[in-house]
């Protein structure tokens, strides 16, 4: 027996797009090694040796060196600084992003799980009608042979039986389609095996009129709006960072040579230094570039405040959708009970004469019909409850 909790652990170990993106936090994770490689000091060790007639006498010479060079940047105004924190800004907002997929990813596990779990109890509540309109087919016949029954009462039987038949394999179909939604989204096989239903929801109504409680939680929780605040800083220091390209580089070297030469004796050679670069103009390339960097900026501000106003609109639809979920659900409860009973009093009266086999059908019908309002129902408030959880972005 498999549950929901099972199939949304399968759907996060072996969705190929989720293993895609969880591969593109990895690589942005080592772009941030990267920028903090640009502050740690330079080492370069060299050697080589070679052949040369360079004194112009009659013998050749063979010389050798090797060397060790260090540099160290150490100046450009928290240049590499604001390079780093974009990096780590960006990871962060790839991580958001990420769970985001997951979260998404969930969340289409969990509606196609409810919709099998209501198609399958619409299956099972078809396959009990088609057994209630066979006895009603061999109630009629039985009745016409007793010379106390009509003809059009078994044609009506034979009718509404096959109608059920109908509505049978239609059901059966559906089934068929949720369990193989299901197994593309796990790369678990579903098709037959027994679904563990889990506890139904209990409306709050200290928690879900709380619209004011649940925003405030979105604003933590939701990975879209935490990876577009994160995009938005990491853009924050892409454009210090450009800016601070209009100071000057300083930067510190020191080197260590030796020299091995068969015709002279050479000591070794060290150096130190300190080297200043300053690019004064680059043909107005980085008035332009931090001039884009600042608009994207202020695109990814706009973007943050239209989501927020987007989220803030998606909750309170979120929760009316669940109100109406939630009364569809008492209402389906009490038609069902008023069918119930009323099918009950039309199989006596039919069964003592007093009604048609048409009452008798037509109550049928309605009860069957108030049961399928009712599955319905109940699987429109879990998938409304599991829609309130993704726009939130935690469990509730």
């Known amino acids: 027996m498999i549950d929901l909790d099972f199939l949304i652990k399968a759907a996060l170990e072996n969705n ?15 772009w941030i090694q990267l920028s903090r490689s640009a502050i740690l000091p330079q080492i ?15 013998e050749y010479y063979l010389s050798a060196s090797t060397g060790i060079s260090v540099s160290q940047m150490i100046w450009q105004n928290g240049l590499y600084r604001a390079l780093i924190m974009q990096s780590e800004y960006a990871f962060m907002a790839d ?23 209501k198609y399958r109890s619409l299956y099972d509540i078809s396959l009990q009608n088609v057994a209630q309109a066979k006895l009603f087919l061999e109630a009629a016949i039985e009745k016409k042979e007793l010379g106390i029954g009509k003809e059009s009462d078994i044609l009506k039987a034979r009718s509404d039986l096959g109608d059920a038949e109908y509505l049978v394999k239609s059901m059966h179909y559906s089934v068929i389609n949720a369990e193989n939604g299901l197994s593309r989204l796990t790369g678990e096989s579903i098709s037959g095996k027994n679904i563990r239903t889990g506890p139904d929801f209990v ?26 605040m994160n995009l938005q800083l990491s853009q924050d220091y892409s454009v210090k ?50 001039r884009t960097e600042k608009l994207q900026a ?32 008492q209402i389906s409860e009490s038609l069902k009970k008023s069918t119930s009973e009323n099918l009950k009093v039309v199989k ?13 059908s037509n109550a049928q019908v309605d009860d069957f019909e108030a049961s399928i309002k009712l599955v319905e129902a109940v699987a429109g408030y879990r998938m409304a409850y599991a829609l309130i959880e993704r726009v939130v972005g935690a469990e509730l």
């Open 203 to 228: 409306l709050s109504g200290n928690v879900f009129l709380a619209n004011d409680s649940l925003y405030s939680m979105a604003l933590n929780s939701y990975p879209e709006l935490n990876a577009m």
């Open 44 to 58: 370069d060790v060299n050697a080589n040796t070679y052949l040369s007639n360079e004194y112009r006498n009659s």
């Open 241 to 290: 960072a450009e800016e601070a390209t209009r100071f000057p580089v300083f930067s510190a070297n020191a080197g260590y040579n030796i020299l091995s030469n068969t015709q002279i004796e050479i000591p070794g050679i060290w150096s130190t230094g300190l080297t200043v670069r300053w690019n004064v103009f680059d043909g107005y390339r980085r008035k332009t570039k931090i």
């Open 95 to 117: 991580k958001w992003e990420l769970e985001a997929e997951r979260q998404e990813l969930t969340l289409k596990v969990k509606l196609l799980y409810y919709d099998l779990l």
């Open 348 to 360: 006596e009266e039919y069964r003592l004469g007093i009604s048609s086999m048409l009452e008798l």
């Open 298 to 329: 202020q695109s990814l501000q706009y973007q943050q405040e239209d989501l927020l106003l987007e989220l803030r609109r998606e909750i309170d639809n979120r929760i009316n959708a669940l109100i109406v979920a939630n009364n569809q659900i």
């Open 16 to 30: 190929p797009g989720l293993l895609d993106k969880q591969t593109s936090v990895e690589i942005s994770e080592q």
